[in-house]
């Protein structure tokens, strides 16, 4: 028998409407062709990995030295985790060392194993809304309530809001910068105010709440927009990401977990993401591909083609009268639905589906009367969908 919440949870409306429209594309594709289905529904990155990637692979499946595939560290291969290590360094502007980094299977693995680590029964996660529809069954997964934020009209976060949403019960926060569905990076100022609460929350009720920055868009940004660090903001900080977007390797699953130096009970934190990465099953990060980040994770990529992609795609919203927010990174559009339409994102979503556009609703993400659009997709496909959203629209 399947376990209630699991059948329920599984069988609710919206529970993976993202995974459930990009299947439906595939038959719709079948149907009426690849070239007549304008498919947005799945952030599937489309850029090829880097040659060092590639060379990388090629290197490390040549080597048929004995014990190439075996068991390592929970937390991973110490060379992995060093180099992770240094590129956590340069990007928080504080040094870490390998004994700060778990290796994980991809972010979900890494936020899931953090969320174990630190929730208790009954404990509460906050997350300023819209943020990455998964978040409400990872946070269900141990027990915990999700604690959706509303943010600012322009995606920044409410402060204020997150401040009156901490509780004693609160054991963390996840960020998401780039934002997924909006593109929306938090500036610095809004950084250092969360932390600034957090910090003040902290001494006030002995409990500080983990600041989980869930990062695998960090390097996809435009127009020289910068991520601003959080380990020289507040000690008990922690990044999870992986080399999914920015390296195109979804599938292959590989990332980490990444712990301020500056934690209380560093180790000790460490230590319960490790032994959580082994109890729920996922034991280590795959040892191939450890090997192959550990020596391509500094590879050059030219992110320019999604930036000319959100550019067209742009314009076409703008020709059919449609608003969104304006991304600054990740490959998302977040448009919000007509006017006339009443705010019925599923609805109209599902009108779109009629012009063969296949988005996911908002409400998916925490924030109804929008729809979000992944321009990770062929260029043809956003230049041919330029007559079906202007007729979806009228």
Known sequence: MIAPYIKETMNSKGASVIRKMFEEGIQLKKQFGQDKVFDFSLGNPDLDPPEK????????????????????QNAGYSETRSAMAQKVSGEQKVTLCAENIVMTCGAASALNCVLKAVISPGDEVIVPAPFFAEYRHYV????????????NDDFSLNIEKIKSSLSEKTAAIIINTPNNPTGKIYGKSEIESLCRILSEHGKTTGRFPYLICDEPYRAIVYDNAEIPPVFGLYSESVVVSSFAKDLSLPGERIGYIAA???????????SACTFALRTLGFVN?????????????????????????RDILMN??????LEYCYPQGAFYLFVKVPEKWNGDDAAFC?????????????????????????????????ENSRNAFINAVK
């Open 316 to 321: 076409i919203l703008d020709e059919a009268g």
């Open 260 to 270: 301020n130096p500056k934690m209380q009970d560093c180790s000790e934190f460490i």
């Open 140 to 151: 269900n997964n141990f027990s915990g309530r999700l604690v959706e934020v509303p943010s």
């Open 350 to 382: 599902d009108h779109l589906k009629k012009f063969l556009i296949l988005s996911a609703p908002g409400g998916s993400f925490g924030k109804k009367g929008y729809f979000r659009l992944a321009y990770c997709v062929a260029e043809s496909t956003i």
């Open 285 to 309: 990060a795959p040892a191939f591909f450890q090997k192959v980040v550990a020596q391509s994770w500094d590879a050059s990529v030219d992110y320019s083609s999604y930036k000319k992609r």
């Open 53 to 72: 990637v590639v060379e990388a692979v090629r290197k490390i499946a040549d080597d048929v030295s004995h014990g190439r595939h075996g068991y390592m």
